[in-house]
């Protein structure tokens, strides 16, 4: 069985990370509100990237570091610039406070 982590872009422009083991199922209750939460409160919800892991450990692990990337890295990865991903990781690790 594969699981999969995503990211929706929501209508008020917020990105929420998930994951789910039924991609197709799981973007269809965010859609409808079915789910209720975050997505629910911003519809139209829309699939912007995801990813397929092989156990659910590694798409909670993704889903979990996604959501602590800032906006800029999330937009990185949207539109697949791993070096932008990359050079946003070593600013962010050099920052002070």
Request: aromatic share 12%; hydrophobic share 30%.
């Amino acid at each position: 069985m594969d699981f999969y982590t995503y990211l929706l872009r929501c209508n008020d422009g917020s990105y929420y990370a998930g994951h789910t083991d039924d991609l197709d199922r799981r973007i269809a209750e965010h859609q409808t509100g079915e789910l209720g939460g975050y997505t629910a409160k911003r519809m139209p919800v829309t699939l912007v990237w995801s990813d397929r892991f092989p156990t659910r450990d590694e798409a909670f692990a993704a889903e979990r570091q996604i959501k602590g990337w800032s906006r800029a890295k999330k937009e990185a990865l949207i539109a697949g610039d791993w070096e932008r991903i990359s050079a946003l990781g070593r600013n962010r690790q050099g920052s002070c406070g």
